[in-house]
């Protein structure tokens, strides 16, 4: 089954429930440049991993936005961001670099929230790869 992007027509994507299958997929399709199907996946990522109460998805899926703003793969597509804009309506080409550090930012807070959780459950495993996470986005 396929779904289609909003105001895209000629995108579909596989309908797919795992929110890291989706964070995955969408780190394909930007490596591949094109944002659009990249950008729904994460957003529908963010949705799932809120309600599900998952820090650790959660920071990795602003990450991700967070990376997906600054991509030059946008820089390619201005004028349909331009006309179109973004599934976040709060962000623009012109506030879009401001808004990364935004997401950046938000990640940081879920991760040290999960760490917090995974230094409670003595889950020392999970712990370091957090924050390996941690420290890839302070070098950002």
């Known amino acids: 089954m396929y779904i289609s992007v909003p105001n ?10 795992d929110p890291a299958a989706k ?13 659009l199907p990249a950008e729904r996946l994460i957003m529908e990522a ?12 959660l920071g990795n899926a602003y990450r991700d936005f967070g990376l997906f703003l ?4 946008i820089e ?9 804009g973004f599934l976040d309506n709060t962000i623009t080409l012109e506030n879009r670099q401001e808004k990364s550090a935004e997401y950046l930012d938000k990640a940081l ?3 040290q929230e999960a760490a917090t959780r995974y230094q409670r459950k003595g ?5 370091c790869t957090l924050y390996y996470h941690q420290a890839e986005l302070y070098l950002i």
């Open 70 to 73: 600054r991509s030059p793969a």
């Open 8 to 17: 895209v027509p000629y995108v579909s994507l596989p309908e797919q429930y």
């Open 123 to 127: 889950r020392y495993d999970l712990l």
């Open 109 to 111: 807070v879920q991760y």
């Open 46 to 57: 963010i949705k799932i991993y809120e309600t599900s109460d998952n820090p650790d998805g």
């Open 76 to 84: 390619r597509r201005t004028r349909l961001y331009r006309e179109s």
């Open 23 to 35: 964070l995955q997929d969408a780190r394909t399709y930007l490596s591949e440049g094109q944002p």
